[in-house]
């Protein structure tokens, strides 16, 4: 049982690049997340989704796109990267609406130059 | 939207002391309060959840009320340790985790 997992762990990137920071759960959990943590700041969410096919807006969710197109795994994509994007990226998951405590993958750094 | 502030910012004590950490919540509908531990450059581990029904859950050395009416959640962690050591980030959870910036505790030897 790996729990959450990342990937990558560290990537940096050209501004303007694309990248995709790839999520996968082996609990069966029904809803993920992402988010981003700042220096400073506690994690802000970018997007999440309650179900396989199914995405929502969080609290920062501009010049990010997600998809959940399997339920263990849920994708976090930057179509154009730009400096401001340079954080650490962390996922999560939870069985269900959230009585219980989220687990959360390792993290991915991301450095936009 | 639910802010959520944690004081103090960072916070040094001796071996054995106990420690205080607060945070604080804007918005009272919370299913419950979460409280995390984060290394450097390491992911979050949670340490306690408190359900909005409840008033304490305790942990070992780790204690953490609960009064959501005033919208404050304390951490109590006794007889500090070096291994202690690491920032702790509360999140109020409505339906999404809304979480503080974390307060960096340094137990010094």
């Known amino acids: 049982n790996a729990g959450v997992t990342q990937t990558p762990k560290f990537r940096v990137l050209k501004t303007g690049q694309s990248m995709t920071l790839l999520c996968a759960q082996d609990?069966?959990?029904?809803?993920m997340y992402w988010y981003r943590q700042d220096p400073g700041m506690g994690l802000r969410l970018i997007h999440y989704?309650?179900?396989?096919?199914?995405?929502a807006k969080g609290e920062v969710p501009d010049g990010y796109n997600v998809s959940r197109l399997k339920k263990q795994n849920f994708l976090l994509g930057l179509e154009s990267a730009a400096p401001s994007q340079t954080s650490v990226y962390f996922c999560?998951?939870?069985?269900?609406?959230?009585?219980?405590?989220?687990?959360f993958g390792p993290g991915t750094r991301l450095l936009v130059l | 939207k639910q802010e959520v502030t944690q004081i103090p910012a960072a916070l040094s004590v001796p071996e054995g002391e106990n420690l205080v950490l607060n945070c604080s919540f804007t918005?009272?509908?919370?299913?419950?309060l979460q409280w995390f531990r984060q290394d450097p450059g390491k992911g979050l581990t949670s340490l306690l959840l408190?359900?909005?029904?409840?008033r304490e859950q305790t942990s070992g050395r780790l204690n953490a009320s609960l009064d959501k009416s005033s919208g404050r959640s304390t951490l109590y962690i006794a007889a500090s340790q070096p291994g202690d050591s690491a920032t702790y980030l509360c999140?109020?959870?409505?339906?999404?985790?809304?979480f503080g910036a974390g307060t960096t505790v340094t137990v010094r030897a």
């Open positions: 999560a998951s939870i069985t269900g609406q959230g009585r219980e405590t989220q687990y």
């Open positions: 609990m069966n959990h029904e809803y």
């Open positions: 989704s309650v179900g396989e096919g199914t995405t």
């Open positions: 918005d009272s509908a919370i299913y419950n």
């Open positions: 408190i359900q909005s029904s409840q």
């Open positions: 999140a109020a959870n409505d339906y999404k985790l809304s």
